[in-house]
């Protein structure tokens, strides 16, 4: 036994260890295949850094909106009386006040930019400095005190080709054109020079999604002139940015406050958390898309990269065998076969590390680009750590698989898979190479035949699924930007009458000559004004009167899409914007409501309601959706709102859109009947329009011509200017919206390319013998050119027959998500150009991909071939 014991541990001894073999191995296969080493190290570097760009620019996106209100001292509220007689010192006195900026609503103008305007100048030195302390991204912040400085967004240089350093000329209004409403000409007041100090960013000094970007002067400028600005009479006001204590909590405290002090129930207050979450909800949306093109990425990366090192470990466990009479284990054999792609992914890891460094200098993308504190290179410790780490670990472990199911297919005699769809078109009969060609894209196989089916099939799902849930989106998008009753937006022409409860032109009047011009659909006399509300009760389902089957306006246009659901978000009575916090803003108990009469002049008026019915009586209210949300209320609730006289409680009767104004969005606001609005303001309003909707096809400036040459003929009628109706600024955003899908598409198609080629190239290799063997019986270079192509169609018929459906429902699945989110009124999107040519694209790819293989399967020397095996 000791003798034997000591032969073992001999023996044991002479052999090398593992680490020793595979070092061993590395240095021989470092001089014999270094090319396809640097191959493979490109690839995992490529794939390295795309997903690492993608995951570390998400979270950068997904955080820019905190991370640039925790540095710029944002505005928590926004407080436009629209008064040019209101104290502000009374309000900086108010519990609870940390600061108050003003902002003169007014434009100023750039002479070396023509058709330029820039908008609300600020009107003391708060701004820039206690509130909206915007960080500097180049130069300085503007001095208070002098004139002849202005700053301007990050977007502004590139549109306009102006920069920090280079000087302009200010134009401003003359006392009398700033006093003139209706003002819209060539300003003629003072010159100011001026230079540009900087480029800023804050939550309100920021760029908006499809804009061209902003400047702002210095607070010195409305100091020095602000008859400039707000004229000499009571038409020009300032409203500011207010900043509290204890920030969005004391909102509700604050606007008590505000009401007892002014002695108003009617002052409109944007709550400026508000808009924070409408832009956190664009950035989540398109970190999310960042973050699924990151696994996407992954699965292609797994799927392309992972053949190839499966491919390099195969084949290595090939050449290691020879080894097994010289006493190498298996472990030993999958060390070294491993070492080789281990080695390589390290190198392209820490390349990939690299890159997605650089690539920070093009994230965050989109909207959160517009709002990012810190732009340019940023390095996500976290993030690229665990990838350098993670992903060589990936590598070595699919390696050390491939090499130990290389081992086991060399010792199994189980015979292969094989499968029924094969053998089903062997039993019909069919001709030999559409049965060949069936099994080369069905059947595996094992050991050194075996082919990639399975990641085949996934990647032609995929890449169908891809291609055609991306362009479904994509014509979600598409419909929505061409079609602004999507946004609740059913006119497209829109005048003003008056404002602050006077009237300077003939309503009722010119709207009956509106309303006869054979363009025109409807008009609605619109009185507008902001109310405080709160709910009282909770819905009553009991209510028959509150039938979403109701409409008291059939035909005209409550539901845009003819011939579709009367309630296209059936969801939506229960959170009017799903996907949100059904509690936003559990502190806040009054919301300022904006609130619009409906009173059609002619035709009923069209609006487009999610939900429920118009008011018909002056005790029934509509909600925009989130003000619905806001106010925790739905179809039945009461709500109690409080404008010029005494608080009303009024019934829900619906949920739908409201005119997007320069007060508030499309999704804010509430639709009351005219007698509803009487009862709120009395004779009060806020402004006075008409809003025109036209006949498809209208000619607008024509019409515009024709309606004022028409409305002239009235006493005052000059003073009716109509104007266009622009989109809601959602809109952008929602377009913004559509490239990340496209790209997931293109990623998703190039990773089917990818798989489909391997797998059509890898099964002529490996199975060269079975069809030398058929040739040599007599198949034909003509049938072995039909075997590859048999195999490239059915690869993508499969994934036409799995991708088709998936793509349509997840295209619309996503478009339904963003429509519940943004909000606007969701229509199913059909891409039917996709629809018709992604099958015969789907085909013709697929034999392109086949066309090299066919060739070389007819080239090949049979004799030399069945030597060889």
């Known amino acids: 036994m000791t003798v034997t014991g000591h032969r073992t541990g001999s023996a044991h001894a002479l052999r090398p260890g593992t680490m020793a073999i595979a070092a061993a191995w590395l240095r021989l296969e470092l001089r014999r295949r270094l090319r396809p080493l640097l191959v493979l190290a490109l690839l995992v570097g490529l794939a390295t850094a795309t997903i690492l760009t993608a995951v570390a620019g998400a979270r950068r996106g997904e955080s820019a909106v905190e991370r640039l209100r925790a540095v710029t001292l944002p505005a928590d509220a926004v407080v436009l009386p629209n008064d040019s007689a209101f104290d502000w010192n009374k309000i900086r006195a108010l519990p609870g006040v940390a600061a108050v900026a003003g902002f003169a609503v007014a434009p100023f103008f750039v002479e070396e930019l023509p058709g330029y305007a820039g908008y609300l100048p600020p009107a003391d030195g708060e701004a820039m400095r206690t509130v909206e302390r915007p960080v500097v991204l180049e130069g300085r912040l503007p001095d208070p005190s002098r004139t002849d400085e202005v700053v301007i967004s990050g977007r502004f240089s590139g549109s306009y080709g102006l920069g920090v350093g280079d000087a302009l000329t200010l134009r401003l209004m003359t006392v009398a054109e700033a006093g003139d409403p209706n003002f819209g000409g060539v300003p003629h007041g003072p010159r100011v020079p001026a230079r540009i100090v900087g480029v800023i960013r804050s939550p309100w000094y920021s760029d908006a999604v499809g804009g061209r970007g902003d400047m702002h002067p210095s607070a010195g400028l409305f100091v020095a002139y602000p008859k400039n600005f707000l004229g000499a009479g009571t038409y020009g ?5 207010v900043r509290l204590d204890r920030g969005e909590n004391g909102l509700s405290a604050f606007r008590k406050s505000l009401s007892e002090v002014t002695g108003r129930t009617d002052i409109e207050i944007w709550n400026g958390a508000d808009n924070a979450r409408r832009s956190q909800r664009v950035n989540t949306y398109e970190s999310l898309a960042l973050g699924v093109f990151a696994l996407a990425a992954l699965v292609a990366a797994l799927v392309l990269v992972g053949q190839s090192v499966a491919r390099y470990a195969t084949a290595n466990v090939s050449d290691l065998q020879v080894l097994r009479a010289s006493g190498i284990t298996t472990p030993q054999v999958m060390a070294a076969a491993s070492a080789g792609p281990f080695l390589a992914s390290v190198a392209g890891a820490s390349a990939g590390v690299g890159g997605a460094v650089l690539g920070s200098l093009w994230m965050p993308i989109g909207a959160a680009s517009l709002l990012e504190p810190t732009p340019g290179l940023d390095v996500d410790g976290p993030v690229l750590a665990a990838g350098w780490v993670i992903v060589p670990l990936l590598v070595l472990a699919g390696a050390l698989a491939a090499a130990r199911l290389a081992i086991a297919a060399a010792r199994s005699e189980a015979p292969p898979r094989r499968s029924a769809v094969a053998r089903a078109v062997a039993r019909l009969g069919l ?14 196989g094992r050991g050194r035949t075996s082919v990639p089916v399975r990641p085949a099939l996934f990647g032609a799902v995929a890449g169908v699924l891809g291609v055609l849930a991306s362009f479904t989106f994509a014509a979600g998008v598409a419909d929505a930007a061409g079609n602004p009753a999507r946004f609740g937006q059913t006119f497209q022409v829109a005048t003003y009458f008056g404002e602050g409860g006077q009237d300077w032109a003939p309503a009722e009047q010119a709207m009956a000559v509106i309303a006869r011009d054979p363009d025109v659909l409807s008009v609605n006399d619109a009185r507008v004004s902001v109310a405080e509300a709160h709910t009282t009760s909770n819905p009553d389902a009991n209510d028959p009167n509150l039938s979403t089957d109701d409409n008291p306006n059939p035909g005209t246009g409550n539901n845009p899409n003819p011939g579709t659901s009367d309630d296209p978000n059936p969801d939506a009575d229960d959170n009017p914007n799903p996907g949100t916090s059904d509690d936003p803003n559990p502190d806040a108990d009054d919301v300022s409501v904006t609130v619009y009469s409906y009173h059609p002049v002619g035709a009923p008026f069209p609006v487009v309601l999610v939900s429920g019915r118009m008011p018909e009586s002056s005790g029934e209210i509509v909600l925009a959706p989130t003000s619905a949300r806001d106010l925790r209320a739905d179809i039945g609730s009461a709500v109690r709102l409080a404008g010029s006289t005494a608080p009303r409680d009024l019934r829900v009767t619906g949920i ?43 000619d607008m400036d024509a019409l515009r011509v024709r309606l004022t040459t028409a409305v002239k003929a009235i006493k005052d009628g000059e003073k009716v200017a109509f104007g266009t109706q622009d989109p809601p600024t959602q809109l952008a955003e929602v377009q913004d919206m559509r490239i990340l899908p496209l790209f997931l598409g293109g990623f998703l198609a190039l990773l089917a390319v990818g798989a489909v080629g391997h797998a059509l190239a890898t099964a002529i290799r490996r199975r060269r013998h079975e069809i030398a063997v058929m040739r040599a019986l007599g198949l034909t270079r003509t049938q072995s050119r039909w075997v590859v192509v048999t195999q490239a169609s059915l690869l993508a018929l499969v994934g036409l027959a799995f991708g088709v459906p998936l793509g349509l429902a997840l295209g619309r699945t996503l478009w339904r998500v963003v429509a ?7 229509q199913p999107p059909v891409a039917l150009w996709a629809l018709l040519l992604v099958g015969p694209g789907a085909l013709l790819v697929a034999n392109l991909l086949a066309a090299w ?17």
Do not use: C, M
């Open 237 to 241: 006001f300032a409203n500011a940015l």
């Open 656 to 698: 739908g859109f409201v005119p997007h104004g320069s007060h508030n969005d499309y999704d804010a606001g509430a639709w009351t009947s005219a007698d509803g609005f009487h009862a709120l303001f009395g004779a009060d309003f806020k402004y006075h329009q008409s809003l025109i909707a036209l006949r498809p096809g209208a």
């Open 820 to 826: 519940d989110h943004t909000p606007l009124f969701y």
């Open 431 to 444: 001709p030999v190479p559409l049965v060949i060609g069936t099994r080369f894209a069905l059947e595996p």
């Open 853 to 869: 293989p066919s060739r070389l399967v007819t080239r090949f020397g049979v004799g030399q071939t069945l030597r060889a095996e």
